[in-house]
């Protein structure tokens, strides 16, 4: 049963921070690649980051790059997600993903506004 489950979101101020993190079970956790995707309200799903099972490799939407950074910690079986200098437009429901596009979490609310 494999469960994906997000935590961490919330109300943050214009160039704040917020860390994403994703608590996972179920599969072999450290042989998957693992993505976030968000939703943002009225709009469809935004492709965000994905790392590869050991960490060698991580991608960014253009947008995220250089504010947001991946990780993961397979002992812990942990996804992360950091925010930095947060925009009112990154405002959105943050999905953590399996590698397969097969399971996703139910998603953790982050808003930023001041």
């Known amino acids: 049963q494999v469960q994906l489950v997000e935590s961490g979101g919330g109300l943050v101020q214009p160039g704040g921070s917020l860390r994403l993190s994703c608590a996972a079970s179920?599969?072999?956790?450290?042989?998957?690649?693992m993505t976030w995707v968000r939703q943002a309200p009225g709009k469809g799903l935004e492709w965000v980051s994905s790392i590869s099972s050991e960490s060698s490799v991580s991608n960014y939407a253009d947008s995220m790059k250089g504010r947001f950074t991946i990780s993961r910690d397979n002992a812990k079986n942990r996804l992360y997600l950091q925010m930095n200098s947060l925009r009112p437009d990154d405002t959105a429901v943050y999905y953590c993903?399996?590698?397969?596009?097969?399971?996703w979490g139910k998603g953790t609310l982050v808003t930023v506004s001041s």
């Open positions: 993903a399996h590698g397969s596009g097969d399971y």
């Open positions: 179920g599969f072999s956790f450290s042989t998957y690649s």
